[in-house]
């Protein structure tokens, strides 16, 4: 069974960091790319960044850019989001899920940028 | 204008057809792209439920019912979810999705009510 968990959620003050993890499991990890997509309070779905199966190859959207990177380690079968500079506007659910077509999601942790 | 453009809203009866539009921004035209679609029950992951691109290239998720369907209308630039003999478990909010520029770009999503 295709589990994906999510943990590193957090009320943080602006302009500080964090760092999501996703612990994957049922799948072979390394063979596929990985997304991480957010959701803000009652508002739709945000894609924010996804990376290649061995790491060599990220895109991120426009309003992380230089802030967020993802990355992975293939040996422990997890994903990762390091986040910086964070901002109010990124206060959100964030899901790891299985790319392209996200078939599998996590069930997301939540991040709160709020002084 | 956003890149995918969908209506904020829907309502039809149990049993009826529902049709959801997803409308590409001038410019971005609907036969060259995969369009994804996913669908998110009141506080639920979201759910992927299809991908087309073409009657040659499509692929339906895992579980999902034959009553839930993609399709793509040239004339007016959109990709399309056809769902036929609604049920009362559809009530959802339904996003599209394509591999855009680097990036993957969520519709807005729509908002079924089933009557």
């Known amino acids: 069974e295709v589990q994906l968990v999510e943990s590193g959620g957090a009320l943080v003050q602006p302009g500080g960091s964090l760092r999501l993890s996703c612990a994957a499991s049922?799948?072979?990890?390394?063979?596929?790319?990985m997304s991480w997509v957010r959701q803000a309070p009652g508002k739709g779905l945000e894609w924010v960044a996804n990376?290649?199966?061995?790491?060599?190859?990220?895109y991120y959207v426009d309003s992380v850019k230089g802030r967020f990177t993802i990355s992975r380690d293939n040996a422990k079968n997890s994903l990762y989001l390091q986040m910086n500079s964070l901002k109010t506007e990124d206060t959100a659910m964030y899901y790891c899920?299985?790319?392209?077509?996200?078939?599998?999601w996590g069930q997301g942790t939540l991040v709160t940028v709020s002084s | 204008q956003p890149v995918l453009t969908q209506p904020t809203s829907l309502s039809a009866s149990p049993g009826a057809s529902v049709r959801f539009t997803c409308t590409l921004r001038?410019?971005?035209?609907?036969?060259?792209?995969?369009i994804y679609w996913y669908q998110q029950k009141p506080g639920s992951l979201p759910r992927y439920l299809l991908r087309?691109?073409?009657?040659?290239?499509?692929?339906?998720g895992s579980g999902v019912p034959s009553r839930f369907s993609g399709s793509k209308d040239a004339s007016t630039n959109a990709g399309l979810l056809l769902i036929s003999g609604l049920q009362s478990e559809d009530e959802a909010d339904y996003y599209c999705?394509?591999?855009?520029?680097?990036?993957?770009?969520f519709g807005g999503g729509t908002k079924l009510t089933v009557l």
């Open positions: 899920a299985r790319d392209l077509p996200l078939d599998f």
């Open positions: 049922g799948f072979t990890f390394s063979n596929y790319w």
């Open positions: 990376i290649k199966q061995d790491g060599s190859d990220t």
């Open positions: 001038s410019g971005i035209n609907v036969g060259s792209y995969r």
């Open positions: 087309y691109k073409s009657d040659s290239d499509k692929q339906q």
């Open positions: 999705a394509i591999w855009y520029s680097s990036t993957l770009v």
